[in-house]
């Protein structure tokens, strides 16, 4: 799985408990790290170095730089600038062979693109439900990781349960994630 976007803590925290093995690229982590930068919480250099850094020593597994002529290829079939734009991305989940790309940006992720690499593009939230429903112990073990992580304003599970629908907008896991309120 390839992820990338928002979410990107709650998802480390679920691949680390086993729900799913995360993808990535060089060039991934360079577009987050410059998204990230030039975004409105001015994230300085230095803990987008570490962060990355983690990653990497976190999953070092999930490093896969595809061929050039991978990512060639998969320009050839799109048909727009924004989708040519992020073929690099779709070249990554080929060449990990992975099987979705998550992320809060499906327009640039062509269905017919991704139908010819058997590949399937989702929402991290519907991502995140289909987990619970495939891999519910360890996709709960992860909510419980990423809730205890939270340590400046540590979180009751309820209290969390409401920080993920009103914060972090994930209204439909919240509600779903309400029947195991005692185990996160």
Not at 30 to 48: D, H, T, V
């Amino acid at each position: 799985m390839l992820f990338q976007g928002r979410l990107t803590n709650l998802l480390l925290w679920l691949a680390e408990a086993r729900a799913f093995e995360p993808v990535w690229s060089a060039e991934i982590h360079e577009e987050w790290s410059r998204n990230l930068a030039a975004s409105k919480f001015g994230i300085s250099p230095e803990k987008l170095a570490y962060r990355r850094a983690q990653m990497q020593r976190a999953f070092p597994a999930a490093n896969c730089d595809a061929d050039p002529s991978i990512v060639l290829a998969v320009q050839a079939v799109c048909r727009l600038a924004r989708q040519r734009k992020d073929a690099h991305v779709v070249a990554t989940a080929i060449a990990a062979e992975a099987t979705v790309i998550v992320t809060d940006n499906l327009r640039d992720f062509a269905p017919d693109v991704l139908a010819a690499y058997k590949l399937r593009k989702g929402r991290p939230e519907t991502f995140c439900l289909e987990l619970v429903k495939t891999r519910r112990d360890e996709t709960l073990a992860g909510i419980r990781n990423h809730r205890a992580s939270m340590t400046r304003t540590p979180l009751s599970p309820e209290e969390y349960l409401a920080y993920l629908d009103t914060e972090m907008g994930l209204s439909r896991l919240s509600r779903v994630l309400a029947a195991y309120v005692l185990t996160i």
